[in-house]
């Protein structure tokens, strides 16, 4: 079984600054991939980063960067240069290869301060 | 890119009656779509995995005579909840494998708001 854990009901950050969201996550899988998804307050799922567990390297996607830590089952997300559009609901998830079936965690509310 | 579309984006429907939600695939074929349900405030829960010609797989305490799944198409999915209660109330979202071989992603619709009085 898949489980995917996210220990901060929510989060807040200065506009400019950088955040740490934490996930953690278990599998039995040995092939698989894990995603940040942000849900902004139009519900839409919109994809942040993804990493396929096999690459060491950690993902970038411009302001966004992941910090891999696969023997911990440990997959954070650092937003840098916050934005005000950056605030939304943040979901960790995880999908055995070739399946895209999604677990996800219970999500982290990320407020941007201005 | 991608685009997985939802209809309706909101629906309201009388206690007792049944409610059919679309989620289709508009510039892809989609041989498998999936179906959650989000509760305020809360993760997203994989209901079930729908199969284009066969049957829909659904997960464990998943009611499959209360959440219809039809897949009659390639770019064609759709939910009905039957006999709906005030507790079907939630935000249900579909998402399909995206398309070509070296897809790693599923994409998602923007979701229905169904609310049971």
């Known amino acids: 079984a898949q489980t995917v854990t996210q220990s901060q009901p929510e989060m807040s950050v200065q506009e400019a600054e950088t955040v740490t969201l934490s996930c953690t996550y278990d599998t039995s899988e040995s092939d698989y991939y894990l995603f940040w998804y942000k849900q902004p307050p139009s519900r839409q799922m919109i994809l942040v980063i993804r990493?396929?567990?096999?690459?060491?390297q950690n993902a970038t996607e411009n302001r966004f960067s992941v910090n891999f830590q696969k023997a911990a089952k440990s997959f954070s997300l650092k937003i840098s240069d916050s934005q005000l559009g950056d605030a939304a609901m943040y979901f960790c998830?995880?999908?055995?290869?070739?399946?895209?079936?999604?677990?996800f965690g219970t999500g982290t509310r990320l407020k941007v301060l201005a | 890119g991608a685009v997985v579309s939802q209809h309706p984006s909101r629906v309201i429907c009388k206690s007792g009656t049944s409610v059919k939600i679309e989620c289709r695939s508009l510039d892809f074929q989609a041989t498998t779509m999936f179906w959650y349900r989000q509760f305020p405030k809360q993760s997203l829960m994989l209901m079930a995995t729908?199969?284009?010609?066969?049957?829909?797989?659904?997960e464990q305490g998943v009611e499959k005579d209360k959440f219809l799944i039809n897949h009659a198409s390639l770019t064609l999915s759709t939910l009905t909840v039957t006999s709906a209660h005030p507790e079907d109330s939630s935000f249900y979202i579909c998402s399909a494998r995206g398309p070509g071989q070296g897809t790693t992603e599923a994409f998602f619709g923007q979701g229905t708001r169904l609310t049971v009085v």
């Open positions: 998830a995880t999908s055995r290869t070739g399946t895209y079936k999604y677990i």
């Open positions: 729908s199969n284009e010609g066969s049957k829909a797989t659904y």
């Open positions: 990493q396929e567990a096999y690459k060491q």
